[in-house]
């Protein structure tokens, strides 16, 4: 039989970050799309139980395992002030632009939807903002 050679994904580095932009995009889709399945399962009980109608809660809920994992990153980034400055910017722009996604959207759609937008929103924005930003300033910085 033929070895095949076993990569484990997603790839991590010796202090436990994630080492490409894809795997942190795909972890932290994969955790945003875990919540949300979640939230649309509570949400058909509820409504099967008539305790609300579907669709009324907020979106944003999703955003549980993303935010663990962005936690997770920020642990293993090794200390400096650049990871704390590169975490508030990267959480600064996501919640705008997340905040502005959710704001468009609720003209249109029930909280669940557009909350799921803005998380979508905050996720890309923070993760991309992390990675870059964090490699970055580290290698400036020495």
Request: charged share 15%; net charge neutral; hydrophobic share 55%.
């Amino acid at each position: 039989m033929a070895e095949t050679k076993n990569e484990r994904r997603p790839r991590r580095d010796a202090d436990g970050r994630l080492v490409t932009v894809g795997d942190l995009l795909g972890v932290a889709f994969a955790g945003l799309v875990t919540g949300l399945v979640v939230l649309l399962v509570f949400e058909a009980v509820m409504s099967l139980a008539e305790a609300f109608d579907f669709g009324s809660s907020n979106g944003w809920l999703a955003l549980i395992l993303p935010i663990w994992l962005f936690v997770e990153e920020f642990r293993a980034a090794r200390y400096g002030a650049y990871r704390v400055v590169v975490a508030g910017l990267a959480a600064g722009f996501g919640v705008a632009v997340g905040m502005t996604l959710a704001g468009l959207a609720s003209a249109l759609f029930p909280p669940l939807v557009s909350g799921a937008v803005g998380a979508f929103g905050l996720t890309v924005v923070y993760c991309l903002i992390w990675f870059y930003g964090l490699r970055w300033l580290s290698h400036r910085a020495g």
